[in-house]
């Protein structure tokens, strides 16, 4: 059976763009494929996190993955930094890794642009983290959302040179996954990029929000005047929406509102009312579990002791042969 391997960072709760880009393919594949999900807290950490900020963004990830339906009978969930493992394998994966590359990466860039005054070394390897999280359990499938595609070469990239330095086939290359075929980029609401939770203020919708801050956010999205001609093509905060439609909202629904746009009869406030109503729809079962299983410390504790045990088997087996490749002997 292949094997499957995917993070979500610790940063916060998560959102939509989270949930249709990741955690669906995850609940999906869980009964098809052998899979470790998990929370990526070590990444976390080049934001510098309190220690409270950690372990309560750490919890708030296990929860709504749980409530979200990943099942840790079918998958292995567990927090990274209970494996160690990845750590070992990090520093060996390091030493071949080259500060050009490591530079060239378009989210280091990014990162840099946003905090200059926060370059940090962790910061500039963090797709050198990734590679190792998923070649710790020599994984051939990550689902993962359009904005990770340049990390997955880097780890195929790293897995490679690996296995031409040693000259051993041991790491098998990794590539993201979606079931759509295509690996999706969420709309925010702010009328620019993606969904994500450091966009800024009223940008994500998250699996938590109440339908009240749901209908909040999605009243204030951006939108343009409307059209002046029949038939145009969207501007970039117009299409969004309807990007966000085809997520949540059902065909009929989406051309509904297509077919207004085109006839230039379109309400923006009609139909920024109808994907509010429909993202609330799309939550409520998952915000449901939210609640209960966050009071659920008994269960979490169960759940990640378990995933930590299993996900820890996996990583050991390959950093015991991985060890063996370098050289590493005992006397
Ligand atoms: P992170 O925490 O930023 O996002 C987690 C997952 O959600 C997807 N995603 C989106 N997909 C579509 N549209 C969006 N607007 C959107 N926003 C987020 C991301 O693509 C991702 O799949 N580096 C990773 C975490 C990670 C990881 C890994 C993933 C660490 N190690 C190993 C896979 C394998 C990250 O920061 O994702």
Redesign the pocket.
């Known amino acids: 059976m292949e094997t499957v391997?995917?993070?979500?960072?610790s940063?916060g709760n998560l959102h939509l763009?989270?949930y249709?880009?990741?955690i669906q393919n995850f609940v999906k594949m869980q009964h098809e494929y052998n899979c470790f999900f998990f929370i990526?807290d070590l990444?976390s950490l080049t934001t510098h996190p309190t220690p409270a900020n950690l372990h309560t963004n750490v919890k708030s990830v296990l929860v709504e993955y749980l409530a979200a339906g990943i099942d840790p009978e079918k998958a292995t969930i567990y927090v990274q930094s209970d494996v160690q493992e990845i750590a070992e394998l990090y520093l060996y994966l390091n030493m071949n890794a080259y500060l050009g590359e490591l530079e060239r990466s378009t989210s280091f860039k990014d990162k840099v642009r946003a905090h200059p005054d926060n370059v940090n070394a962790g910061l500039l390897t963090y797709p050198v983290?990734?590679a190792a999280?998923?070649l710790i359990h020599r994984a051939t499938k990550?689902p993962?959302?359009?904005?990770?595609e340049q990390?997955l070469e880097m780890a195929r990239t790293f897995g490679n040179r690996f296995n031409r330095l040693y000259n051993k086939e041991y790491f098998p290359e990794p590539y993201a996954f979606n079931f759509s075929e295509k690996l999706?980029?969420?709309p925010g609401l702010d009328g620019k990029g993606?969904?994500?939770k450091s966009e800024g203020e009223g940008n994500a919708v998250f699996l938590s929000d109440a339908p009240e801050v749901i209908r909040k956010k999605v009243m204030r999205a951006v939108t343009d005047s409307g059209p002046i001609k029949e038939n145009q093509a969207k501007p970039e905060e117009i299409q969004n929406l309807f990007d966000l439609m085809t997520v949540v909202s059902t065909p009929d629904t989406y051309a509904h509102f297509d077919n207004l746009y085109n006839n230039m009869q379109i309400r923006y406030g009609d139909l920024k009312k109808q994907l509010a109503e429909d993202m609330i729809i799309a939550t409520a079962p998952i915000r449901e579990r939210i609640n209960e299983i966050a009071n659920d410390a008994p269960y979490l504790r169960q759940v990640a002791r378990y995933g930590a045990i299993k996900a820890r088997e996996s990583a050991a087996k390959t950093i015991k042969e991985v060890r063996e490749i370098i050289g590493f002997k005992s006397f």
């Not at 391997?5 to 960072?9: A, D, L, N």
């Open positions: 391997v995917s993070g979500i960072r940063t763009g989270n249709y880009g990741a990526a990444h983290l990734m999280d998923i990550v993962v959302g359009k904005d990770q990390h999706v980029k969420i993606k969904m994500g």
